[in-house]
C-alpha cells in the first residue's frame, strides 16, 4: 500500500504537467468488449501520457455500452479526489465519478469519452480492471450472436464473450456455470491428465485378472465333481438280499431290519404249513390201512 499512496502523491505533478506531454486520440467503433489494461499494455501507447478514447457503438447492432469496474485500491476520501483524476468518463457533456468506487455496473449511450492519464494508470493497473461491452437491448434466446445475460435476460452481449474469464454482464453473470481452465488449478491435475501410458501395469492387471479367473473354473470344477460323488454314494448300486439295488446304510437300519424278517416270514409259511398238514395226512392213511374198522377215537385225536 505504501507503492499505491507513493504513486497517489505523484498524480498532482501528472496533472499539472499533462499539458506538456504528448497524448493521442482514438475512435473506437465497439464490436467486441474492450478491456482498458489491454491498451494500456499496447506497445503503440507507450509513448503517450494522456489517452483519449471517443468509443461508439453501432447503432443498428447495439444500444449502448456497458462499463464494469473493479478496483482494489485501498483509497481514502483526500486519495480518492486524487484518483479521479487519472480516470475520466464524459458522456453527454457529464463526468462520471469513480474515484472512490469498488465496484461498478453502469449503461452509457453512445458515443463515450475517455481519457485517462498512462503514466498514472500503468502504476496502478494491476489493481484495476475496467471493461466496456456493446449492449442491446431484448433479443431472442436462439439468437444467431447475441445471448441474454443469466442476471439480467434483457441485456445482451455477443456470445463469444461468455466464459471468456471477464465481466461483461456485470456481477459476473457471464462467467457462471464455465468449465474453462484457468491458472488456479493445481499443477497436479494436469500432470494426472496428462499421465503416458504405463504399459507395466496393463500386463500386470491382465495377468492378475486370468489367475482370478482360472482359480474361479478351478472352484467350480471342484464343486462339480464333488456333487457328482455325493449322488453317486446316495444312489450307489451293490449286490444284495433286494437284488442288483442295495440302500447305502444309513441311520435308518432298523427299517431295514423289519424288511428282512418280512421277506423271511413271506418265503417261509407259505412251505412249511402244506407240508405239515400232509405229513398228517400221510399218517392217517398208514394207520387206517392197518387197522382196518379201527377206533375213530383215536384217528380223531390224531387229527387234534
Known amino acids: 500500500m505504501f507503492y499505491i499512496a507513493n504513486n497517489l502523491l505523484l498524480l498532482a505533478w501528472c496533472i499539472e504537467a499533462t499539458n506538456q506531454f504528448k497524448f493521442k486520440f482514438h475512435h473506437v467503433l465497439l464490436d467486441d468488449a ?3 489494461n489491454d491498451l494500456v499494455n499496447n506497445k503503440y501507447t507507450k509513448n503517450y501520457h494522456e489517452i483519449n478514447f471517443n468509443i461508439s457503438i453501432n447503432p443498428f447492432m447495439y444500444n449502448g455500452i456497458l462499463m464494469n469496474l473493479k478496483s482494489d485500491l485501498d483509497l481514502h476520501q483526500t486519495s480518492c479526489e486524487t484518483f479521479e ?8 457533456q457529464k463526468n462520471i465519478t469513480i474515484g472512490c468506487t469498488t465496484y461498478m455496473t453502469h449503461f452509457f449511450q453512445s458515443p463515450l469519452h475517455l481519457t485517462f492519464l498512462l503514466p498514472a494508470y500503468e502504476a496502478l493497473k494491476e489493481f484495476i480492471s475496467l471493461t466496456f461491452t456493446p449492449l442491446r437491448f431484448s433479443c431472442s434466446e436462439y439468437h444467431s450472436f447475441l445471448k441474454q445475460c443469466p442476471n439480467n435476460p434483457k441485456n445482451c452481449i455477443p456470445k463469444h464473450l461468455f466464459c471468456d474469464g471477464k465481466d461483461n454482464c456485470g456481477l459476473n453473470g ?13 499443477l497436479e491435475v494436469s500432470i494426472i491428465n ?6 507395466p501395469y496393463l500386463l500386470y492387471g491382465f495377468i492378475f485378472l486370468i489367475i482370478i479367473i482360472t482359480i474361479i473354473i478351478l472352484l467350480f470344477i471342484t464343486y462339480c465333481i464333488r456333487k457328482k460323488y455325493i ?7 451293490c449286490k444284495g438280499i433286494f437284488g442288483n439295488k442295495k440302500r447305502r446304510q444309513t441311520s435308518s437300519e432298523p427299517e431295514e431290519t423289519v424288511a428282512l424278517l418280512t421277506l423271511g416270514l413271506k418265503g417261509f409259511f407259505p412251505q412249511a404249513v402244506p407240508n405239515h398238514i ?3 395226512h400221510d399218517s392217517i392213511n398208514k394207520i387206517a390201512t392197518k387197522n382196518t374198522g379201527g377206533n375213530y377215537q383215536n384217528i380223531k385225536q390224531i387229527k387234534r
Open 34 to 36: 474492450l478491456e482498458i
Open 85 to 92: 483524476h487519472i480516470l475520466i468518463l464524459v458522456t453527454n
Open 174 to 186: 457471464d462467467e457462471q456455470n464455465c468449465y474453462y481452465v484457468n491458472d488456479d488449478i493445481p
Open 194 to 199: 496428462n499421465m503416458p501410458f504405463n504399459t
Open 231 to 237: 449322488t453317486k454314494q446316495k444312489n450307489g448300486y
Open 278 to 280: 400232509e405229513s398228517i
